[in-house]
Every structure is written in C-alpha cells, then in structure tokens.
C-alpha cells in the first residue's frame, strides 16, 4: 500500500477504556481507514450500527453494563455480518470460545500490539469484501438464471445455439 493511501472502509471500535479507543483509533487512521469511529458502551455501539454499516468492529469483551459477547449476540440478531473482533485483557478459554462460536473474526489479548492490530484489520476487512463480492456474484448468477428460465418457459419450440463469441 503507498503511503497516504486511503482505505476504503469503516471500523468502529467499542471500549469503555478511553486510552485503548484514542489508541486504536489512531493506529487505524494512520494506517489509512478512511472511517473509524469509537465509542464506549453497549449503547452507543447500537446506535453506531444503526447509522452507518461498517466492515470490522473491534469490541472488549468486559464493557461497563454488558459484555463484548453480549454485543456480539446482539449484531448477528440484527443481521450485521461484518467481522467481529473481541479484544481483552482477561483471556479465559471459555469465552474466546463462545466467542467464536458465535461468529467472532478473532480474539485478541491485551495489550494489543500495532502490528497485530493492523494486521488483523487488514484481513478482516479483506475477508468481508470476499464475502460480499461472493454474495454479489451469487446474486448474478440468480438473476442471469432466472432471466434464462424466463426466455426458455416463453418459447415453445426452438433450437438454442450458443456462440463463445
């Protein structure tokens, strides 16, 4: 990527610690993401997700008044399929497990290192532009398919000749 290069993507990040948002934030913003907003509860996460569809979220998994997997469950019930990255300064097996149970991207002990962060970042995005190129071919495919059975339910008798060219 060439410097000061613009990546097309929004990242909301949600810790109720202010220093790890500003960090975050800024790593991210350095790095090129065009949008990356903060914020610090379970609340204010809704409503972000209910503004604006991003393509990675990063969450702690103990917020004030809920945690992370909390949150989680609450963005799958909402439809939201963009990557889900937990965060934690408290790694406990059982939760990196609920957590990817439940459709988390990754689970990341802190301290976070910038590299890791970046890193992740990148291939979470990456991932939810496979995917939602995946979904759009699928779509084509439909739509050209059913264009298809269309003409051929309309014809009685015909002869179907198809030229590469």
Do not use: W
Request: glycine fraction near 4%; include cysteine; charged fraction near 25%.
């Amino acid at each position: 990527m060439a410097q000061n290069e613009i990546i097309p993507a929004a990242i909301l990040v949600v810790d109720d610690e202010t220093s790890l948002r500003n960090t975050f934030r800024t790593f991210l913003k350095r790095a090129g993401y065009e949008t990356v907003e903060a914020v610090a509860s379970f609340g204010e996460a809704v409503e972000a997700v209910a503004v604006r569809q991003f393509d990675l979220i990063f969450c702690d998994i103990v917020l004030e008044s809920h945690s992370g997997v909390d949150l989680l469950k609450h963005f799958r019930s909402l439809g939201i399929t963009c990557p889900v990255v937990m965060v934690t300064g408290y790694p406990h097996g059982e939760t990196a497990m609920e957590a990817v149970r439940l459709g988390a991207f990754d689970y990341l002990p802190k301290p976070v290192e910038k590299e890791v962060l970046l890193k992740t970042a990148r291939l979470a995005v990456r991932q939810h532009r496979l995917v939602q190129e995946k979904h759009a071919a699928d779509a084509a495919c439909e739509h050209y398919r059913s264009f298809l059975e269309t003409i051929f339910r309309s014809v009685s008798d015909s002869i179907v000749s198809v030229d590469k060219d």
